[in-house]
């Protein structure tokens, strides 16, 4: 078992920027690769952006440039450096990893861009 918990998430303008974070509850999960997704109003859940065990990363083509993931496995945290933010990156930011076929979801973030 693991739990996910999301923070950083907020209203903000579009051009601005947030940082979200996701805290794991056990080590030992570097191994693992780890994920954003986000669910907008009335849409499916999306991925947003992905992390390996060994660094590398994938981002969906609308983020890619503007957002950025990270880890840091001695503090069991991903984050999500969200720049050049736009109305429709509105959404619930939601932190997932995949454990031996199991799947592990946090309680999501919203994340609201709107002037």
């Known amino acids: 078992q693991v739990q996910l918990v999301e923070s950083g998430g907020g209203l903000v303008q579009p051009g601005g920027s947030l940082t979200l974070s996701c805290v794991a509850s056990r080590r030992g999960l570097s191994i693992y690769a780890m994920d954003w997704y986000r669910q907008a109003p009335g849409k499916q859940r999306e991925l947003v952006a992905r992390?390996?065990?060994?660094?590398?990363?994938h981002y969906t083509d609308s983020v890619k440039g503007r957002f950025t993931i990270s880890r840091d496995n001695a503090k069991n945290t991903i984050y999500l450096q969200m720049n050049t933010l736009k109305p429709e990156d509105t959404a619930v930011y939601y932190c997932h990893i995949n454990i031996l076929e199991d799947d592990y979801w946090g309680q999501g973030t919203q994340v609201t861009v709107s002037s």
């Open positions: 992390i390996t065990g060994r660094g590398n990363t």
